[in-house]
């Protein structure tokens, strides 16, 4: 079946300007995580959505950063202002139910570049 | 300091070869751990999850935990060049779902 899928998969933007980075999680996935991983880098969590529960905004770094999941599906990162040090691959990943050891299967990312 | 920490490398090893990966981490707290697979501009899958000490074996994959030392492994036995990529630990405390990463050892298996 499909996989995690984000959108776009590169995104190049001025110091600045505002961004939306799209995620579709496995249908059925009732978890959803974002994460952001700069270079040379491992992965920093983000933001963590759970069904209806209040998502876990932890892992924000300003706030800049924002997300929405609608539906419970999709989901939206959104980046205002943006900054040069925003620059990295963001990844989006999805589990069954969030419980501690489901596995969490990640999209491709979308690499963001802000100039 | 950061949490989970992984040497960045290079590492290159022939074909065939057994390769070792590892983390060391800081906080008691994590009980699990994992570690991922990510080719280049992909995102990361999931190789290999472990709960406890001890070991845990998947074909040519072993990882390894030791609680005690705040230590984890993982060994590739008969290394492809299909293994090169960059190994990601990962690290899960029981409560909560967060993962921690390490920040990756680049792994390049020359035919």
């Known amino acids: 079946g499909a996989g995690v899928s984000q959108s776009p998969s590169n995104k190049v933007t001025e110091k600045g300007k505002d961004v939306e980075l799209r995620c579709d999680p496995i249908?059925?996935?009732?978890?959803l995580y974002w994460y952001r991983q700069s270079l040379g880098q491992g992965l920093e969590f983000l933001i963590y959505?759970?069904?209806?529960?209040?998502?876990?905004k932890s892992g924000l770094p300003s706030d800049r950063f924002s997300a929405e999941r609608t539906g419970g599906s999709v989901s939206t990162l959104t980046i205002q202002r943006t900054q040069q040090e925003d620059s990295a691959v963001y990844l989006c990943?999805?589990?069954?139910?969030?419980?501690?050891?489901?596995?969490?299967?990640f999209g491709p990312g979308t690499r963001l570049t802000v100039l | 300091q950061k949490e989970v920490e992984q040497d960045p490398g290079p590492l290159s090893v022939p074909e065939g070869a057994i390769v070792s990966l590892n983390c060391t981490y800081s906080?008691?707290?994590?009980?699990?751990f994992m570690w991922y697979r990510q080719y280049s501009r992909k995102g990361p899958e999931l190789l290999m999850y472990t709960y406890s000490s001890g070991n845990k074996e998947d074909g040519r994959f072993t990882a390894q935990v030791d609680k005690s030392s705040k230590y984890i492994s993982l060994f590739i036995r008969d290394s492809q060049p299909s293994d090169s990529a960059t190994y990601l630990c990962?690290?899960?405390?029981?409560?909560?779902?967060?993962?921690?990463f390490g920040g990756g050892t680049r792994v390049l298996v020359k035919p």
């Open positions: 249908s059925g996935h009732t978890a």
């Open positions: 990962a690290t899960g405390k029981a409560a909560g779902n967060k993962l921690t």
């Open positions: 906080n008691s707290a994590f009980q699990y």
């Open positions: 959505f759970q069904g209806n529960s209040a998502p876990d």
């Open positions: 990943a999805s589990s069954v139910s969030g419980i501690s050891t489901d596995t969490q299967y």
